[in-house]
């Protein structure tokens, strides 16, 4: 069965500093890979998807997502993190049936 | 959003009255979807439509009915609303290739009382 997985429900990082969110993914086949961002009392906005290719996906506000096949992670990063990247992160996975699956998020806040 | 609506965009209703909540896309995409988003439980799918008059249900549809008249209209249907349905819900749209991740809309809080 397809599922996804954010190992932490909350993580702090103090601004500047380096940031990474976790992900894991269990999927039949290749996977198409996803991360959203949700701002309170907002829709979940699309940051990046990894389909092919190179490892390392670049996105929206400045962050990345690193790829890895063996470890089936998916983990998101920025190198230097703001107070406006506050917020509630989901990663998912599209199945070959055009199902999206969800990992229950990870609270990121940003300490000033 | 760009593209997606939700109405209301909030709503209060009492226990056992039946609640609609409406999405509508100007993108012409294939697939839409309602979830539902509580804490702890991240987000969880209702129903789903891959077509006019094409729709499947989620892992929680216990409750809920949908339907799809024409292309750019989901409509989630809360039969006889419960307190337990109280949540904040979300329509999803996405075109057929794999490629391709959601669009979100706004979302709809619905508090059932």
């Known amino acids: 069965a397809q599922s996804v997985a954010q190992p932490e429900d909350q993580v702090n990082v103090a601004e500047g500093n380096p940031l990474t969110v976790k992900c894991t993914y269990s999927?039949?086949?290749?996977?198409?890979l996803f991360w959203y961002v949700q701002y309170p009392n907002r829709g979940l906005q699309f940051l990046l998807k990894?389909?092919?290719?190179?490892?390392l996906v670049k996105g929206s506000y400045g962050f990345e997502a690193e790829f890895n096949k063996s470890q089936t992670s998916f983990h998101l990063k920025k190198p230097s993190a703001l107070v406006s990247d506050s917020a509630l992160y989901f990663c998912?996975?599209?199945?070959?049936?055009?199902?999206?699956?969800f990992g229950t998020g990870t609270s990121l806040t940003v300490i000033p | 959003d760009a593209g997606i609506t939700q109405s209301p965009r909030h709503k209060v209703t009492e226990t056992g009255t039946p609640v609609t909540l409406r999405c509508h896309q100007t993108?012409?995409?294939?697939?839409m979807y309602w979830y539902r988003q509580d804490p702890g439980h991240g987000l969880r799918l209702i129903h789903y439509?891959?077509?006019?008059?094409?729709?499947d249900k989620g892992e929680v549809s216990d409750g809920y009915s949908v339907s799809r008249s024409k292309t750019e209209d989901f409509l989630l249907t809360l039969e006889s609303a419960t307190s337990s349905q109280t949540s904040v819900y979300f329509c999803?749209?996405?075109?057929?290739?794999?490629?391709?991740?959601?669009?979100f809309g706004s979302g709809t809080r619905l508090t059932v009382v």
């Open positions: 999803a749209i996405s075109a057929a290739e794999r490629v391709y991740g959601y669009t």
């Open positions: 999927v039949s086949g290749n996977p198409y």
């Open positions: 990894y389909i092919t290719g190179d490892n």
């Open positions: 998912a996975v599209r199945d070959k049936g055009n199902q999206f699956y």
């Open positions: 993108e012409n995409h294939r697939y």
């Open positions: 439509s891959y077509g006019v008059k094409d729709t």
